[in-house]
């Protein structure tokens, strides 16, 4: 048996055993997967330029698994919801960090400071999306305001990434044309890439007869040609797999079973990667753990700040601004494929190249621990910090009658809150809408007669909707925090919530509430309806069917179809 | 620039493998054949681009490793338990039944002495990746020929381990020294496989109770614990194979590994690709190869025969079947990679010249070939030579059944909607299945004790197999991502009805257009209902009590169940970006 079967047997089941660990804390399994590097490196097992090579695959993987994933309607949604806080992050946060790095980069005494640089900024401004969308699962899933801006700007960072690596696979930064010349590649293989994905890869999918091992070995085959396109005119490998990515298409009925199965190849390679990087970590030096000091203050602390307040700019409330920043304070793992780029371009300074890496471990870790206490954050700072400035706010882009009494306030104007809403005006019972989210802004204007523009979560707002006075509370959002707070609120109005599971609704009736709206059991009536009737007269069907069609054109024609449907 | 180049031997292996792939395709032949040829047209006969050697040579042997692995993870005990007795006996028969046969084969074929030794103990019949590959390409592995034959392999495959260390021996000349170096590889053998199974049985459901749950540690988790079964064989001096493969029999006994399964075959397509074609590539050139040409040719004919019929014979005389008795046997004819490997080592060892390794190889090449396509027809020449086998039928001989789910229900997700559906569909169907991702929801079912339960994703095709959705009369999806539900359309029979969950209104469409009975939105028939609760609330607050006490009690009757005992996580693999109903 070879050596490098030892070495993968070691940093597997090192990585095997700490991974049991970050479950039990529910931490990303990135940083657990460097540290078992470094435990590994320090061992001496893991020194084999083979394993350099399979870490190569990982990144390959890594960003053709991005690129796969890409979709042009997300640079829309940039555009729609944080175009200004994703370009002045970047400017501000970019160029402090650009100063720093070159300041460091020529006290140290680096071979190429501007080089140094440029990583030690990419290193301090992006934010990790396999980290982020692990942390926001739940919000990114239940579409509150602040997950939907976070995973904005994380696929923003994405691509800024891929970009750097285009200019500084460059072999020397002074030369413009070199540079420009980079980027003409950079998208020609982008149009390569786009035009396989129109003609070349259905190709595939017919000459392999749909057959699901040949589509996936077709595709890690294109993945190869890319890359070596990429070598063969001299830029890095990673502009190949994302092109490579963006080729593959991701729809149709093979592509399930294809997808899952890249996604095993990459998981498998990438985690070879992450373990390699930690392990190829010296003990730090000085210089190492300054650089990682400051990249941690900008990291954990100057980005979510500038981050912060640039989505105030944007009219975001407090509650999402500081939300949606807090959870951007990680270094990005594409940011590790720029240094390992670099280090084998031999254009890093080892203690840059320590530093990003246990940087890059330390803020993903910590990433997850001040996700538990942002809210006590939030209460203690930053809510006093904005006040006066938040209640002005709301109360420009609000509209209550004054003497509004009796009524009901429906917290979240999605399509739950639409439907209410248009029963509560047929019923001509007063009501207040409270919604926080941009895009609903002209909406709500248009069709409620009151409403309020901001947080629920914070208690300013539930104040100008005079909950207090209120008969009902309705709230249309399953997001646990939300519920209590609306519980805590005092007020003698009834209170109606929503929440995911029986479990959360059960807690939420024993501390007070009137009703929990919980979609499944509310849903299962009418299901077994159908179930029993189908079951019954296999000739129903098609009447059950098209009823049901019928049902979902009224809806749609009256504006009740959800909001990225309607646009 | 100076990169390491990704675009090495083996990268060069998978792009022409593909194109070569795609071609043998669109003939109708089968993958591997297109692999090993890959291997001739790269290696020293033909153009002598790529070597075996470093990052090929592991990737090699990795497959193997991770085929092996999977092998394992199918083996559940409950499942073979019934055919245990049988299958050793077969195995042990045809080990030595078909020594001899290879021993008289070689002798009247007139090599030398210690030749006739090696070429007797290397000539093993049956290929595991060979059968392994082709017979789950072909979704038959667990079938009941398929299962003897892989009890079989693994029986032999211990057999070959022994035969590998004693090769390893320094001498072979002294009885008392294979005696004890036999000794040592059992006990140790012995021991791995006590460690294996005592950790099935106590340290693995807590861990994979606990882990289960996400995807990403889950995969890396199980990967990790086939190293250190390969890890632990390395220390004994045993195979990567025998340790990967006690690591996925471990696993294989653990709810949880259906889906596993499914995660670990693309890994392992991946890289046995490069082992396939790594035989290919050892070839050394054609001097060598064709030397005992017509031996070969005359050994082969007659082995794969003979070996036809000792299994053919063993197989039957354990009273199965006999379509069972012949596909089991005609699956075998093809000598095992195994043999290659020994006969390496028996040149290292100085036992045999290059021109008898030449020999083993082009008889494992023209059997492995040959089979392959035997396999991949192996029903319709049962067909034809039907009428002449019907000889050997006698009415004792009856296989065991395995079961198969047929015209049953499948649940996907066990949440508030299909749990209060079940109840209806085991009436009407007699047997439901419920697919569920969560260990919390698996572990209620189990205690339950009513259902039949499958753990895993359905965005994957072995859980979706597992699960029997194609023999399925009724499907009721809890599932609201849009790939898995069309993925299911696709794959249920014509007339099954299937209840699907949608977010969207678009999503519903096309869910309906592609043959959905009916489309569950949560959304719109909560809200629809909600807003008459409302209205009820205004206008005859009694009514509105006596509803909403109706489901309040049912809320907190499931909110007290065990599977809602844990946090309730995501329970279906998501990608953010593709989410976001604004409600």
């Known amino acids: 048996m070879s050596e490098l079967i030892i070495a993968l047997s070691v940093m597997f089941v090192t990585a095997g055993a700490l991974l049991l660990v970050a479950n039990h804390f529910g931490f990303s399994p990135i940083p657990f997967y460097i540290i078992a590097g470094l435990i590994t490196g320090a061992s001496g097992f893991v020194d084999q330029p083979d394993l350099i090579e399979l870490a190569q695959w990982g990144i390959a993987f890594l960003v053709f698994v991005f690129g796969i994933q890409v979709d042009f309607n997300d640079i829309q949604s940039v555009f729609r919801d944080a175009e200004v806080a994703a370009f002045t992050q970047l400017l501000i946060v970019g160029s402090i960090a650009t100063v720093v790095g070159y300041g460091f980069a020529v006290f140290f005494g680096a071979e190429y400071p501007l080089r140094n640089a440029i990583y030690f900024a990419a290193a301090a401004t992006l934010s990790s999306t396999i980290v982020g969308a692990g942390v926001l699962e739940r919000e990114i899933r239940s579409n509150l305001v602040h997950g939907r801006l976070a995973s904005s700007i994380h696929f923003f960072d994405d691509m800024v990434a891929i970009g750097v690596i285009l200019v500084i696979s460059a072999e020397t930064l002074s030369d413009p044309q070199l540079i420009t010349s980079n980027i003409g590649y ?16 259905p190709l595939l999918v017919r000459a392999a007869d749909g057959f699901e091992e040949l589509i996936l070995m077709g595709s890690i085959s294109i993945l190869i040609a890319f890359i070596a396109a990429a070598e063969a005119v001299g830029i890095s490998i990673v502009i190949g797999a994302f092109a490579a990515g963006i080729a593959i298409r991701s729809d149709g009925a093979q592509a399930l079973g294809v997808r899952n199965g890249i996604e095993s190849i990459r998981d498998f390679f990438v985690a070879i990667f992450f373990i390699t990087v930690g392990a190829l970590v010296q003990i730090p030096t000085f210089e190492a753990l300054v650089l990682a000091a400051s990249l941690l203050a900008l990291v954990l602390f100057v980005s979510p700040l500038v981050h912060t307040l640039a989505f105030l700019y944007e009219g975001y409330d407090t509650r999402t601004a500081f939300l949606a920043s807090s959870s951007l304070n990680q270094v990005s793992e594409l940011s590790l494929v720029i240094a390992i780029q670099a280090w084998l371009l031999q254009t890093i300074s080892d203690g840059l190249f320590d530093a990003i890496i246990l940087a890059a471990a330390a803020t993903m870790i910590l990433s997850v621990v001040a996700k538990r206490y942002e809210d006590l954050v939030y209460h203690t700072i930053v809510e006093r910090l904005f006040r006066g400035r938040q209640t002005r706010y709301v109360d420009e882009h609000s509209r209550v ?62 104040e100008r909707a005079r909950v207090a006075d209120a008969e009902l509370v309705v709230s249309t959002v399953d997001h646990m925090p939300l519920s209590t707070h609306l519980l805590e609120f005092e007020t003698d109005a009834d209170v109606i919530l929503r929440a995911e599971s029986s479990r959360d609704a059960t807690q939420l009736l024993d501390s007070g509430a009137a009703f929990v709206n919980v979609p499944n059991v509310l849903a299962s009536d009418q299901l077994l309806d159908n179930v029993e009737q189908v079951i019954e007269n296999e000739d129903a069907t098609t009447a059950l069917k098209n009823e049901h069609l019928e049902v979902l054109g009224n809806l749609e024609r009256y504006g009740f179809a959800s909001r990225f449907e309607r646009t | 620039m100076d990169q390491i180049a990704l675009a090495a031997d083996f990268a060069i292996i998978i792009v022409v493998a593909t194109m070569i792939g795609l071609i043998a395709r669109r003939l109708g032949q089968p993958t591997i054949v297109a692999y090993i040829a890959t291997g001739v047209v790269l290696g020293p006969v033909l153009f002598d681009i790529v070597t075996d050697e470093g990052l090929v040579d592991v990737m090699a042997e990795l497959g193997l490793g991770f085929l092996l692995f999977l092998l394992g993870m199918k083996m559940r005990f409950d499942d073979i338990r019934e055919i245990l007795t049988p299958i050793t006996n077969i195995a042990i028969g045809q080990t030595v039944l078909q020594t001899a046969l290879a021993f008289l084969v070689a002798w009247a074929l007139g090599f030398q002495t210690t030749e006739i030794l090696v070429i007797a103990l290397a000539t093993v019949f049956g290929a595991t990746p060979i059968i392994v590959k082709v017979l789950t390409d072909k979704d038959e592995i667990t079938s009941l020929p398929g299962k003897i034959d892989v009890g079989v392999l693994i029986v032999q495959d211990i057999y070959l381990v022994v035969v590998l260390a004693l090769f390893a021996a320094d001498s072979l000349d002294n009885a008392g020294e294979i005696a004890s170096t036999l000794a040592v590889i059992f006990v140790m053998m012995g021991f791995i496989g006590l460690f294996s199974i005592l950790s099935s049985r106590y340290l693995l459901p807590r861990i994979f109770r606990r882990i289960a749950d996400n995807k990403d540690i889950f995969l890396i988790v199980a990967i990790a614990w086939a190293f250190l079964f390969i890890a632990i064989a390395e220390g004994f001096n045993l195979s990567v194979e025998v340790g990967a493969f006690l690591a996925g029999i471990s696993l294989a006994q653990l709810p949880y590994s259906k889906e596993l399964e499914d995660r670990i075959t693309p890994i392992t397509d991946f890289f046995i690709l490069v082992f396939f074609a790594s035989i290919g590539l050892q070839i050394e050139g054609a001097a060598s190869l064709f030397a005992y040409w017509q031996e ?5 004919v007659i082995l794969m025969i003979g070996n036809f019929w000792i299994m053919f014979y063993l197989i039957d005389r354990e ?16 000598v095992s990679e195994f043999s290659l490997v020994v006969g390496a080592l028996a040149i290292t060892q100085g036992y045999i010249g290059a021109d008898v390794l030449g020999y083993l190889t082009l008889m494992a090449l023209m059997t492995m070939t040959v089979s392959t396509y035997i396999i991949a027809y192996n029903h319709a020449i049962y067909e034809r030579l039907a009428p002449w086998f019907s000889r050997f039928e006698s009415d004792e001989k009856v296989d065991r059944n395995l079961r198969t789910y047929k015209n049953h229900a499948v649940a996907i997700g066990y949440d508030e909607v299909t749990e209060r559906a079940l109840p209806l569909l085991e009436e009407r169907y007699g047997e439901v299945v419920v697919v569920d991702r969560k260990t919390s929801h698996i572990a209620e079912l189990e205690e339950n004790g009513r259902y039949e339960y499958v753990f895993g994703d359905f965005r994957h095709s072995e859980v979706r197999k597992a699960a029997g959705l194609k023999n399925a009369k009724f499907v009721l999806s809890s599932s609201v991502q849009t790939d898995v539900n069309e993925a299911l359309l696709d794959e249920v029979g014509d007339d099954a009805i299937v209840f699907a969950e949608a977010e969207r209104i678009h999503d519903a469409r096309s869910l309906y257009r592609n043959g959905a009975t009916y489309v569950i939105m949560n959304t719109y028939l909560t809200a629809s209902k909600l807003s008459d609760y409302l209205e009820q609330y205004f206008t005859d607050r009694e009514a509105f009590e006596e509803i909403i006490s109706q489901d309040i009690e049912r809320i907190r009757r499931r909110g007290r169940s065990r599977a809602e005992s844990e946090r309730t996580g995501v329970d279906i693999e998501f990608d953010p970006r593709k989410l976001g109903g604004d409600d």
């Open chain 1, 186 to 201: 950079g998208v020609l293989f982008l149009l390569a890439g786009l035009l396989l994905y129109r003609h070349g890869f």
């Open chain 1, 401 to 462: 009658e004054e003497e509004i009494d009796g009524h009901v306030v429906v917290v979240g104007y999605g399509r739950q809150g639409r439907l209410l809403v248009n029963r509560l005006e047929k019923l001509e019972v007063p009501y207040v809408v409270v919604e926080n989210d941009p895009v609903l802004y002209d909406e709500l204007q248009l069709d409620c007669k009151n409403y309020v523009f901001g947080d629920a979560m914070a208690s300013y707002p539930l």
């Open chain 2, 296 to 300: 070969a040719v005359i050994a082969s």
């Open chain 2, 319 to 334: 009273g199965f079947s006999v379509e069972t008795s012949f596909l089991g046997s005609i699956n075998m004819v093809q």
